[in-house]
């Protein structure tokens, strides 16, 4: 099946994804764009897992005020390198996840800073923010959030830590 500029530009639109990645994708796919998101989604996958053990140095901390101004977040994400930093994906990523903190409220990054023992009564997937439903999209969880990201970046992103701050709390 011959893979048209259109369908190729549609799941750009999107995933976000290289062309050449989306061509290829709707190739092995049969120009079936959702098995195609699908696909990419899985490679996305993939490509973070490779890139897991590069260093992160560079990065941005996002803030997040809540209007009323009584709820406020802080996030520093890593990357490697501050041209990612300053990318539009890349920022909009960091606002995202201070959202989520808002949202959530949750008590560690990962399930590694999950203490079971002291939190028996508490869900893993409540408490670690990678672990949590993404809340504009709660088919995904935050890590599949980051992954996409890295995905289109190319780029390893890590969640370093993060404030939130409530009034009267």
Same mark, same amino acid.
Do not use: W
């Given at each position: 099946?011959?893979?048209? #500029?259109?369908? $190729?530009?549609?799941?750009? =639109?999107?995933?976000?994804?290289?062309?050449? !990645?989306?061509?290829?994708? @709707? +190739?092995?796919?049969?120009?079936?764009?959702?098995?195609?998101?699908?696909?990419?989604?899985?490679?996305?996958?993939?490509?973070?897992?490779?890139?897991?053990?590069?260093?992160?140095?560079?990065?941005?901390?996002?803030?997040?005020?809540?209007?009323?101004?009584?709820? #406020?977040?802080? $996030?520093?994400?890593?990357? =490697?390198?501050?041209?990612?930093?300053?990318? !539009?994906?890349?920022?909009? @990523? +960091?606002?995202?996840?201070?959202?989520?903190?808002?949202?959530?409220?949750?008590?560690?990054?990962?399930?590694?800073?999950?203490?079971?023992?002291?939190?028996?009564?508490?869900?893993?997937?409540?408490?670690?923010?990678?672990?949590?439903?993404?809340?504009?999209?709660?088919?995904?969880?935050?890590?599949?959030?980051?992954?996409?990201?890295?995905?289109?970046?190319?780029?390893?992103?890590?969640?370093?830590?993060?404030?939130?701050?409530?009034?009267?709390?």
């Amino acid at each position: 099946m011959a893979i048209t #500029a259109q369908q $190729v530009k549609e799941l750009r =639109e999107k995933t976000g994804a290289g062309v050449m !990645d989306c061509k290829a994708a @709707l +190739a092995e796919m049969n120009g079936d764009v959702e098995k195609a998101i699908e696909h990419l989604r899985k490679s996305g996958v993939l490509k973070a897992a490779k890139k897991a053990d590069r260093p992160t140095g560079e990065g941005i901390i996002s803030s997040y005020v809540h209007a009323g101004a009584k709820l #406020a977040v802080l $996030v520093e994400i890593n990357c =490697e390198t501050d041209f990612v930093a300053r990318t !539009d994906e890349f920022k909009e @990523l +960091a606002h995202n996840i201070a959202m989520q903190v808002a949202a959530i409220c949750p008590q560690c990054i990962s399930r590694e800073d999950f203490n079971l023992e002291e939190n028996e009564d508490t869900n893993p997937e409540q408490a670690c923010l990678l672990l949590q439903p993404y809340i504009r999209e709660p088919e995904k969880t935050i890590q599949n959030l980051i992954n996409e990201t890295v995905a289109k970046v190319g780029e390893n992103i890590k969640v370093s830590r993060f404030a939130r701050f409530e009034l009267g709390c």
